[in-house]
């Protein structure tokens, strides 16, 4: 083993580490601090923050990269070597390009923008956050400048969370996918709306949990590398590929969002406690971009999770515990009722067909931003045509419509598109792993999700970040990201339920 | 301000952060971490305190500290800025003696010995730890060897718990106390033992610890800034003087166990709760030293908590809850079975008239350890004499003998005392309150700790590190530690227990 990888990997290590303790505080910030904490905690993650990037951008490292290069320049790019210099090396380009007084600067104007977006949300006053949102635009552009001119100046903000992506390849692939969607909408709402009545009625919260938490292990979700506790928002995080934890919470109006929430977040577990063990503390850990990290929380929520198979096996234990709440309710009703489609203001809460229809306008809306071919002050005016247009629905307030997302406050432009883009390469991987695994849904059908598990971990998980997105979608399914098995998939789903 | 000072403080602060980080991940060990993490946790802990010390102990450090004290030289020494120089001094000047080399050589060796131990206490066999803890042993001879010859060398490791702190005066606290404490148990020996069969009946966990948390809020526990969770022992960790959170168990052989845990930790919280908020990311956060922190724990648990006056207002609750438990059982029959007295192996499980022999026999044991004097061979013979000596009986085996604590294992020789040193301050300053405190016993029986804690605030908690243990004691009571006021505490409350 080279010396020099040797020692590329001792620092790697401990930048793993400090990034493994931030993101332990960040969890317990969610799930058990208490709130005088709040103040100090915020202090932590910026020291944490700091030493983690002073050493990520030091000349050390700078220097051990250039060395390792040329040192690796004709091995296999394939090879673990290969890739985790190759990843180290992007992320290090990239953080040096970032001078620390613009972080130092970003954490400020970003806190209170955040701070602003909770004020303007509760009071539904889009003028309280429109300052604050103007000077992150601001920040935006003068991030993109310390950047080389891509195609589009979109592209510098995508590549942070989809590796490699263009604004065109996206633009190219939601315009294949726009139109079918709207027109499916439509045949929906044609159609006689289902009945879903039952799935709001009064259920026990501990029973939910405990519903949702034995699905989590029947998939595959390992328990002993995980567990899953309450906080304001679902989500995953990890402090290495042993131990990937989950969060969820009970929405009585909503009761069985958590047994959905639960598939969604393990599905991200079960990504990250797959990578190859090799990859802990080094570039390569973690999953390889956001779009990815989607496809495996979706498919395992909406392939899996909605599907007529699963509730075979499924349904009888559900309807075992809350034989009073699904009384008389079939499996095919219950099927169709956690299938409706209806066209929702609020994102997180909508329907796959509908979804992505939300994302696309947030997609052209940031772009448009970044282009300066919108002023931040038209933007709920812009966004409400455009609800209109898209889902024919208007929202009465900004609150649920401009405002009802966190990601802008922190800065976080570039975002959203990879939610749609998880979905369609959850659907590219499904007819893949239907070609690999005859009788899949026969597996599934018995509560069996090994097989599957075992294919996604050999052909996505294992690799963490040794392969760009696009380059593994292409690897594992023969062609880059593309909308058509997504637009099958829902067309093939909502026929069936809404017999279109 | 001093501009050299910000600048120090600056580095404190990024050092605090570090290990207010790495006691997080530590107390997420404790309590949720899952199984499969131990091993990235430890090497993440590692990462931590390495550069935490890195940092400690760099030349800047150095550097401004030796300005900052000439800057200073003229300062009232019971000024902040003065007190934060000084403590940050003695800090630095005992991290920069100890090579790193030693540190990581102390934590390979202590690692093996702590799986020893561990095996050792099992199996109940010292030979398994008898080779580690020969090595520890030269490990902490060494470690003395990186200071200057103190009067005798145990000093060196007292005075990591206890600052300033000689040997000399803790052998002469013990051997005022030892003689007494004999006595008093001869005496109690003598007379007939109290009845406590209902103390160990099946008490509900869930109602136990809802009890001992309500109690925690009675004291002035503040759960806004603090929680209580499960972990296998009971412990006190913080991370900010906002967030100073404590653990506890549940042992059914033992149920009350769990409220007198709460309220030693609860008291080991307080403190450092009421930490002048000044300090925080100082040298100054965190109690002066482990006697005194020792001395707050005790003080709740038995002076508050094991007294007639507590149980008068606590006790018709506790009935409420536990009424078969209970049925026939007298207030006073609950207090006298609550302080039982009765020699036994376990240090732990010691009450409070036969607990500081325990800690004597350490401290002879670790003192001629250093001093040469036995061979670790010799130790679980000398160890059955002794208990023999002092409290009438002989280990049955190792495991409930010379192996019981996990102390030496990690090499903390020189920690011991601090426990029974502990207990006497908590009887000096009590002697103390009561006389600032007009009617305490009355304030206790309705309930009310407002004015005890305030006090405690005042006198001892808001000081931080600020005042070595002797000196903040001499401040606070008049003289040094002694063990007249714990002997008078004990006497007073075993005659009436016992009718001596």
Redesign the interface.
């Known amino acids: 083993m080279s010396e020099k990888l040797n020692q590329l990997k001792e620092i790697m290590?401990?930048i793993s580490?400090?990034n493994?303790?931030?993101s332990?505080?960040g969890w317990?910030q969610q799930t058990?601090?208490?709130?005088?904490?709040n103040?100090?905690?915020g202090?932590?993650l910026?020291?944490?923050a700091?030493?983690s990037h002073q050493k990520a951008t030091s000349q050390e490292v700078g220097k051990l990269l250039e060395e390792l290069k040329q040192e690796f320049a004709g091995a296999d790019p394939s090879s673990d070597e290969a890739a985790m210099i190759r990843v180290a090396a992007r992320d290090y380009d990239k953080a040096v390009r970032v001078p620390s007084e613009f972080v130092a600067k970003q954490a400020i104007i970003t806190t209170k923008a955040f701070e602003a977006w909770v004020e303007a949300k509760s009071k539904s006053d889009f003028s309280i956050f429109r300052p604050h949102l103007e000077k992150v635009l601001e920040l935006v552009k003068e991030y993109i400048s310390f950047f080389p001119p891509a195609d589009h100046p979109y592209d510098t903000l995508l590549d942070d969370y989809e590796p490699g992506m263009k604004t065109a390849d996206v633009q190219a692939i939601f315009n294949g996918l726009r139109p079918k969607q709207v027109e499916l909408i439509k045949a929906i709402a044609a159609r006689k709306q289902v009945e879903d009545k039952f799935l709001h009625k009064k259920y026990n919260e501990e029973k939910v949990w405990s519903f949702a938490a034995e699905i989590t292990k029947q998939f595959g979700y390992?328990?002993?590398?995980?567990?899953m506790?309450k906080a304001p928002h679902p989500f995953e995080t990890s402090?290495?590929v042993?131990?990937v934890?989950i969060t969820n919470r009970f929405e009585p109006g909503n009761p069985l969002a958590t047994v959905f929430s639960a598939m969604h977040e393990a599905g991200h577990a079960m990504y990250e406690q797959g990578i190859n063990p090799a990859y802990?503390?080094t570039a390569l850990i973690h999953g390889t971009s956001l779009a990815v990290h989607e496809s495996q929380s979706r498919m395992w929520e909406n392939l899996v999770g909605r599907s007529l198979p699963f509730w075979e096996f499924f349904y009888p234990k559900l309807k075992k515990v809350f034989a009073s709440q699904l009384d008389g309710v079939s499996l095919k009703s219950f099927y169709k009722a956690i299938n409706k489609v209806e066209p929702s203001l609020i994102r997180v809460n909508a329907d796959e067909a509908t979804y992505n229809l939300h994302i696309m306008l947030r997609l052209e809306l940031e772009i448009a931003m970044v282009e300066g071919k919108i002023a931040i002050k038209d933007l709920p005016e812009i966004w409400n045509a455009k609800m209109k247009e898209y889902l024919g629905i208007t929202p009465p307030n900004d609150a649920q419509g401009v405002l009802q997302d966190i990601h802008w406050s922190y800065g976080s432009i570039g975002y959203f598109s990879t939610y749609a883009l998880g979905n369609l390469v959850s659907a590219q991987l499904w007819e893949k792993i239907n070609q690999d695994i005859k009788g899949l849904d026969d597996q599934i059908r018995k509560g069996k999700f090994d097989t599957l598990l075992g294919w996604l971990r050999e052909n996505v998980h294992k690799h963490g970040r040794k392969y760009n997105p696009q380059d593994l979608v292409q690897k594992v399914t023969g062609s880059k990201i593309t909308p058509e098995p997504y637009i099958r998939y829902l067309t093939t789903k909502y026929s069936d339920i809404y017999g279109l």
Do not use: H, V
């Open positions: 290590g401990e580490d400090l493994s303790a931030a332990l505080l317990d058990y601090m208490p709130a005088g904490g103040e100090a905690r202090q932590q910026a020291t944490l700091k030493i390992d328990w002993t590398r995980g567990r506790d402090f290495s042993n131990d934890r802990e503390r």
